[in-house]
């Protein structure tokens, strides 16, 4: 036994007698552990990951410089990845410093490519943000996330309008982009769903017997109304402070809640109305529960969409 009970009596001791005996991991591993001494660690990557790299004797630095090794980079892990058949959906750009730092830039795509030019074009939009202090010493460019894609042959007509650069290009920037898709719910804030910008088409639809609002709240607004229960559209609201007068109504459509997703709908319902006010605006309003049976709703009067 060496007497030592806790780190801090190893920490205590003077490091010349341990250096003697064990050598001098034990004192490296200990100002590690303190934070005296950086500690690399090289990440653990899976074997079908590709990356190119390209090492400098002298430093660069210069925008024009970066730019153009970027570039060729870029061609080089293009062709590795035309051998293995595969596209790429997202790339890393590591940056490696002289005093060694690392700086990491990210590009996406839509959907998986190997086009030299566009590839050029997005890190060419992002590498202004390096900064390459006393200079770079490497550049590493990684396939993070890869997919199959299959040699295509280019159609010369231009009917169908390829909107995936645009896609590229507001992604990067940070803007997500996304569409809207239909999901089974007859609660209308959850029949939409976000899905990708570029992807498979959803198959389910819509089937509804009224009319939908252009313009739908993600959630509904509380409105006052004046209305004969329960089954009366209002003959006025109140909504945002401003009171409108219905010339024209349609409704009641009654919508259940799902008892099979919250048992606090078990009972619940919603009676909607298409209501129109005095100068032609139209909105989509609901009730809360059937207007007899406190069970199945508050009875409160809600704003849930504008139609255009």
Same mark, same amino acid.
């Given at each position: 036994?060496?007497?030592?009970?806790?780190?801090?009596?190893?920490?205590?001791?003077?490091?010349?007698?341990?250096?003697?005996?064990?050598?001098?991991?034990?004192?490296?591993?200990?100002?590690?552990?303190?934070?005296?001494?950086?500690?690399?660690?090289?990440?653990?990557?899976?074997?079908?990951?590709?990356?190119?790299?390209?090492?400098?004797?002298?430093?660069?630095?210069?925008?024009?410089?970066?730019?153009?090794?970027?570039?060729?980079?870029?061609?080089?892990?293009?062709?590795?990845?035309?051998?293995?058949?595969?596209?790429?959906?997202?790339?890393?750009?590591?940056?490696?410093?002289?005093?060694?730092?690392?700086?990491?830039?990210?590009?996406?795509?839509?959907?998986?490519?190997?086009?030299?030019?566009?590839?050029?074009?997005?890190?060419?939009?992002?590498?202004?943000?390096?900064?390459?202090?006393?200079?770079?010493?490497?550049?590493?460019?990684?396939?993070?996330?890869?997919?199959?894609?299959?040699?295509?042959?280019?159609?010369?007509?231009?009917?169908?309008?390829?909107?995936?650069?645009?896609?590229?290009?507001?992604?990067?920037?940070?803007?997500?982009?996304?569409?809207?898709?239909?999901?089974?719910?007859?609660?209308?804030?959850?029949?939409?769903?976000?899905? /990708?910008?570029?992807?498979?088409?959803?198959?389910?639809?819509? &089937?509804? @017997?009224?009319?939908? #609002?252009? %313009?739908? +709240?993600?959630?509904?607004?509380?409105?006052?109304?004046?209305?004969?229960?329960?089954?009366?559209?209002? /003959?006025?609201?109140?909504?945002?402070?401003?009171?409108?007068? &219905?010339? @024209?109504?349609?409704? #009641?459509? %009654?919508? +259940?809640?799902?008892?099979?997703?919250?048992?606090?709908?078990?009972?619940?319902?919603?009676?909607?109305?298409?209501?129109?006010?005095?100068?032609?605006?139209?909105?989509?309003?609901?009730?809360?529960?059937?207007?007899?049976?406190?069970?199945?709703?508050?009875?409160?009067?809600?704003?849930?969409?504008?139609?255009?």
């Amino acid at each position: 036994m060496l007497g030592f009970r806790t780190i801090g009596d190893l920490s205590a001791t003077p490091r010349a007698p341990l250096a003697l005996r064990f050598g001098p991991e034990v004192g490296r591993r200990l100002d590690q552990m303190f934070g005296r001494v950086s500690e690399p660690i090289d990440p653990i990557r899976s074997p079908e990951l590709v990356e190119v790299v390209r090492s400098f004797a002298e430093p660069i630095g210069a925008a024009e410089t970066i730019d153009k090794y970027v570039g060729r980079l870029i061609v080089q892990l293009v062709a590795e990845l035309q051998r293995k058949g595969l596209g790429v959906r997202r790339t890393d750009l590591i940056v490696e410093k002289v005093d060694g730092t690392r700086q990491a830039i990210r590009g996406g795509t839509a959907k998986p490519v190997r086009d030299v030019a566009w590839l050029t074009k997005l890190f060419r939009d992002r590498t202004q943000t390096i900064e390459p202090g006393f200079g770079i010493e490497k550049l590493t460019l990684v396939a993070v996330m890869s997919e199959s894609l299959a040699e295509t042959q280019k159609a010369s007509s231009l009917v169908d309008a390829d909107i995936t650069p645009l896609i590229d290009v507001l992604g990067n920037r940070g803007q997500r982009v996304y569409r809207v898709a239909p999901v089974a719910s007859d609660v209308p804030e959850r029949s939409i769903q976000r899905i /990708a910008a570029v992807g498979e088409d959803v198959t389910e639809d819509w &089937v509804h @017997h009224w009319r939908r #609002p252009v %313009r739908l +709240f993600a959630r509904p607004d509380r409105i006052e109304a004046i209305a004969l229960l329960p089954d009366h559209p209002p /003959a006025s609201i109140t909504w945002r402070g401003k009171r409108h007068r &219905v010339k @024209h109504a349609d409704g #009641p459509e %009654r919508v +259940f809640g799902e008892w099979w997703k919250r048992d606090s709908e078990l009972e619940a319902v919603r009676d909607y109305f298409v209501i129109e006010n005095e100068i032609g605006e139209r909105y989509w309003i609901f009730r809360s529960g059937d207007g007899i049976d406190p069970e199945t709703g508050s009875h409160k009067w809600f704003m849930h969409g504008i139609f255009g």
